[in-house]
């Protein structure tokens, strides 16, 4: 996220609308009083809401199946979940000759008892702390690394066949200055490992559908452009490749929606799906204004809802039906995500989500909610 270098200042808002229920009660007699159920904005879940076969997901924490305190938010809001690190190649494939795959089908299996489609995440990541000590130190050239690989990506793909909906089947290959990124496979193989990669997962799988997946190529720039020539070349050489990811890990105030709308627009113009995949929101800027939000002021929250709403609004318009590979938020409360414990937080907290620290919905849930029923931003 190093490229995020905007100097825009946010603009706080100065009033907010308050939305008391207004509920006022008649009942006079000695009968107990029953508590009206004043219909209001966030008594909808967002699942019951969203245009007909929307995939909303979620990522589902390390601790997501045993720490059972998620499962309803999670189950009334969302069909699809993406496991937040247990389909990282290292904890799949912790060794060259060793699979390891009972954590991560105790999350495919959790999601077909309740109905949820799973999103994998992801087959090949440079990422250090999830990348196998064996291919950190793989002593073999280009041609016995591709097969290594190969044999990766194949028996992965296989082992959940028909029950993982989509892969994200390489993950940041680019760097912040466009260029292709100093990974392993990279140093290994050159762009060999794309194609590959690709070809292996469509070969195993033959109806999943398969994306390209990074983070702040909605920002237009140096990094769009690689991956728009990288993607162009694939399509050129049929590469199977279904969709593009777009992490959209955004600033409050940067990119702009006309910006957003343009990459998202660029993709479904070549008739790819378009996947918006780990969404979140914080509101301090490490690259702008900085860390102004010491907590989640009024005005913080009522801008935040206000960029969730434009954030889905933009792409239900510029992502036609039968393109869109869902919109996915990078975890369920505010206290478990991983944005303040990134190297650019230094530490500082912030609530880049959905629900707070006690599983209640914020502004920014009902922001959501508004864009999935086409209504104004505000
Ligand atoms: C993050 C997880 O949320 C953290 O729990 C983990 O420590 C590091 O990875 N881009 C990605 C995700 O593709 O896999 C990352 O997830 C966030 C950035």
């Not at 979620?58 to 998620?70: E, H, P, Q, R, W």
């Not at 082992?159 to 990279?186: L, T």
């Not at 434009?310 to 944005?339: F, H, M, Q």
Request: aromatic share 10%.
């Amino acid at each position: 996220m190093n490229i995020l270098r905007n100097l825009f200042q946010v603009t706080v808002l100065l009033s907010l609308v308050a939305c008391g229920d207004g509920a006022t009660s008649n009942v006079t007699s000695s009968v107990p009083a029953v508590t009206p159920q004043i219909p209001n904005a966030t008594s909808k879940t967002l699942k019951s809401v969203a245009p007909e076969n929307l995939i909303i997901g979620v990522a589902a924490s390390d601790d997501y199946l045993t720490n059972t305190k998620n499962h309803d938010i999670v189950e009334q809001n969302f069909n699809q979940i993406t496991a937040e690190n247990a389909m990282k190649m290292k904890f799949l494939h912790p060794t060259e000759n060793g699979f390891s795959f009972a954590n991560a089908d105790a999350y495919v299996s959790y999601a077909k008892t309740h109905n949820l489609s799973v999103h994998g995440h992801t087959l090949i990541w440079y990422s250090d702390y999830q990348l196998p000590d064996f291919m950190k130190t793989y002593s073999g050239g280009k041609t016995e690394f591709l097969a290594m690989l190969k044999n990766h990506v194949t028996t992965i793909v296989n082992h959940f066949k028909g029950q993982v909906q989509s892969w994200d089947v390489v993950n940041e290959a680019i760097d912040d200055n466009g260029g292709y990124r100093n990974s392993v496979f990279y140093q290994k193989t050159g762009t060999d490992y794309l194609d590959q990669a690709f070809r292996d997962a469509r070969a195993a799988d033959t109806t999943v559908d398969l994306f390209y997946n990074d983070y702040s190529m909605e920002q237009g720039g140096n990094k769009f452009q690689t991956m728009q020539a990288m993607l162009d070349g694939m399509l050129a050489r049929q590469v199977p490749i279904t969709g593009i990811g777009f992490q959209m890990h955004v600033m409050l105030d940067y990119p702009s929606v006309d910006t957003i709308r343009a990459s998202f627009k660029a993709i479904a113009d070549r008739g790819l799906k378009v996947k918006i995949s780990e969404l979140d929101v914080p509101l301090n800027n490490p690259y702008g204004y900085g860390f102004i939000y010491k907590s989640l002021t009024d005005p913080a929250a009522a801008l935040q809802k206000k960029r969730y709403c434009e954030i889905i609004k933009t792409y239900l318009e510029a992502v036609p039906v039968n393109l869109r590979g869902g919109v996915t938020v990078w975890g369920v409360r505010d206290s478990e995500s991983w944005i303040p414990s990134t190297p650019d937080w230094k530490g500082n907290a912030d609530w880049p989500l959905l629900f707070d620290a006690n599983g209640k919905t914020k502004p920014a849930f009902e922001g959501f909610q508004l864009a999935l029923e086409s209504k104004p931003c505000g």
